[in-house]
């Protein structure tokens, strides 16, 4: 069985174009928030005053208050590289140790993990990028399958992209595999937006785009399934940092 997963998420993720993701989720407690707000704020102020490099990451807010920082890798082995050791040089270990000690008061639970962009199943016509201007809005449907469902459904949501490409539907997603690190097994499309208003009328136009031929190809999909959590959330820019090259 073991075997048998390992090989199936090798062909869902073992293409050179996917890229993957580091995945941290911070579980920020209710009466702590705006603190950790104003901790990653100086967090981030301290990596741009000293031009960290190779460290790039953005973060979001999801609507039940977690709050998760992702950032790409080229590979398993970027895990080992500790990136913020010049900024410990450069800050000094205290400063640096007195500012993560605020960010423990902050929530009980915290995690890191993998996922994959796979992009023979992501419609993205102009291209796959993660942080698209203007568009903080995010709506992540997660598809929880099951090792002996999981290639079937990679199977339909691949249908569902050649109609939206057939049809020109102006709804874009990207999705995802769950990769090292996460519980149970799933896809996750992300679909981008100005708001929810925006969201909302985007996903009515397509609806009717793709009419019943999609409907059948969604209702499918759904069938196959064995878990659906939809979730809101929303990039925060000012807690988010690249590197000046």
Known sequence: MLTAIVMLTATLTMNAQNQRFSIHADFVKPSMESEYVEITKAFVAECKKHNLQNSDWTQLRMDNGTYISFEAIPNMAALDVDTFAPLVEKMGKDKFNALFDRYAK????????????????????????????????????????TPSTAKMVAEKMKAIKELYAKKGSKEYYRVYHSGFGTLGEYFLVVISAKDEISYAKQSDENEALIGEEGKKLLDDLFKNISRYDPVTGYIRPELSYTAKK
């Open 106 to 145: 902050c929530y009980d639970r915290h995690g890191s993990y993998i996922i994959t962009r796979i992009e023979n199943l992501t419609y993205m016509p102009e291209g796959a990028m993660a942080a698209q201007e203007g568009q903080n809005y995010r709506k992540y449907h997660y598809l929880y399958v």
